[in-house]
Each structure stands twice: as C-alpha cells, then as structure tokens.
C-alpha cells in the first residue's frame, strides 16, 4: 500500500498529466520540424515532383480517394477521432453554409487534403515529414517567418549562394506556379487535379496547392515572387483558410446524406477516374 503521504491530488495528477502531454507533443512537433527543414532541399522536391508526377499508381475517382483517406494518420492533426472524411466533408459543408453559390470552393473543401494518401504504403509510405506541415519556397532563402526557421541551418541548401538568397533561381513576379513549394500532399494534390485535367477554376488550384503555405498567407512572406494572378487567388485561398483550420466541430456529418450532392460536383469538375 502507498503512503497517504505520497498521494498526489487528482487536479495535480491531471494537470501533471496534460503538461507531460503538452511536452511531448512538443518534442514531437519540433522532431517533426527539424526533419522536415533538413531534408526538403531543392533536390529532393525535384526528385519528389519528377517520381509522382507520372502518375503511373493507380487509377481511381475522387471519391475513392476520400474513403482511402480513410486509413491515413497525420500526425501533424490533433483530432483523429473520427474519420478523415467527416473532416473534409465538415470544411466543405462549413464553406457550402456561407458561400451557397461558389460550388468549386465546396469540392475544394472536400479534396484539398487528399494527397496525404501519400503516407500509405501503396503510394510510397513517405514519412510525416514529407507529406504534412507547413510548406515553404525551395531554391530561394527560407524566410524567418517560416515556423521553426532554426533547423534551415542543417539543411544543404541554407549556405548554398544559388539557392540562399531573395530571389535564389527565381525573379521577381514570376508567378508562384513557377516557383518549387517543399514537398508534400499540398503539392501532390495540385500535380494529380492540374494534370488530370480538372475544370476547377486556377482560385481552386492554388488553394489546393498553397493551403499550407503559412509564410504566405498569415505573415505576407514571399509576395516578391507574385504575379497579378497570384495575388487575386491570394484571396480566396484566404476565405478558404478559415475553414479548414476552424471547421472542425463535434457535428457529425451525415457521410450518405450529403454524397449525392458531393458526387455531382466531383463529376462536373473531374474525369470518373483519374490516374494518381
């Protein structure tokens, strides 16, 4: 039997115990962090980019793609509970309550994500580090406002003089589309919806494709390399935002309910298959 002495009262033990979580979420998040800064150089991205740009993987619809999602863990998201769908179908329906006439931004909200299939084995089981986090410019400076900058210093391009300045290979206004983002599901997404062929106006695309651009989109970072396209998408992708980060809630979405109507977007928007 313990000593009565040695009993820790139940609201100490409790906040002891979410302070021991919170600290290893840390630890995790900052290992995550220094990976991910390390390794994505403008090399591998170029590698990643040539590897999954033939989609030669598999051939399936949009929708099938959301239930594979299904079967993925991001590490990166706190709220695993419930399935991944549920997830993309709460952004899309949260932005279908408030925008009823913008259809494309709805099916945005339901396929933005989907590129984190990237993590199951069958699509190369790329670490966490390679699929989820915030993205950032390769082949110019990291900008400090980009979260955990520190790790930029064991990455081989940080004192390489063709990629660690301003502008690096790019210049000025050229256009985000012309501009390599670190590697991840942000990019596949864009990459499998673009060469499919998809209808989607270019607001969806760089939504897709700039969602985790943080640098960006909450600290102004990197307008130098925006062309007048870009800074008018800017402002969707802005809107978007909210609701991917905030959408999360604890109404469950009726998967059946809601499908039909899901359906008919993918179709008017996408090709019955596509090639991954």
């Known amino acids: 039997m313990v000593d009565s002495w040695f009993h820790i009262p139940t609201h100490l ?97 339901l396929i933005h994500d989907l590129g984190k299939v990237l993590l199951l084995p069958s699509f190369g089981g790329r670490p966490q580090w390679a699929v989820v986090g915030d993205t950032f410019p390769v082949g110019c400076a990291f900008d400090e406002s980009i979260v955990h900058h520190k790790y930029f210093e064991e990455n081989p391009d940080y004192n390489n003089p063709a990629y660690n300045t301003k502008y690096g290979v790019y210049s000025e206004g050229c256009g985000l589309n012309n501009v390599m983002m670190s590697w991840g599901h942000d990019d596949y997404m864009y990459l499998v919806a673009k060469e499919n062929k998809t209808t989607l106006p270019s607001a969806a695309l760089f939504i897709i494709r700039y969602h985790s651009f943080y640098a960006l989109h909450r600290s102004g970072a990197y307008k130098h390399l925006m062309n007048e396209e870009d800074i008018e998408n800017l402002k969707w992708l802005q809107i978007f935002n909210k609701y991917d980060l905030y959408s999360k809630s604890k109404v469950r979405v009726d998967v059946e ?20």
């Open 257 to 276: 309910k809601v499908k039909p109507y899901y359906l008919s977007l993918i179709s008017k928007y996408f090709p019955a298959k596509l090639k991954w």
């Open 13 to 109: 033990a409790t906040l002891l115990g979410t302070t021991m979580l919170k600290c290893e979420r840390q630890e995790g998040v900052q290992n995550f962090y220094r990976n991910n800064h390390i390794n994505q150089t403008y090399d591998f991205v170029k590698k990643m980019r040539e590897e999954y740009g033939k989609l030669n993987r598999i051939e399936m619809s949009i929708w099938e793609c959301c239930e594979l999602l299904n079967d993925v863990v991001d590490e990166s998201d706190p709220d695993l509970d419930e399935p991944q769908i549920e997830h993309l179908l709460q952004t899309a329906e949260a932005i279908r309550k408030d925008y009823p006439d913008e259809d494309w931004l709805h099916l945005t909200g």
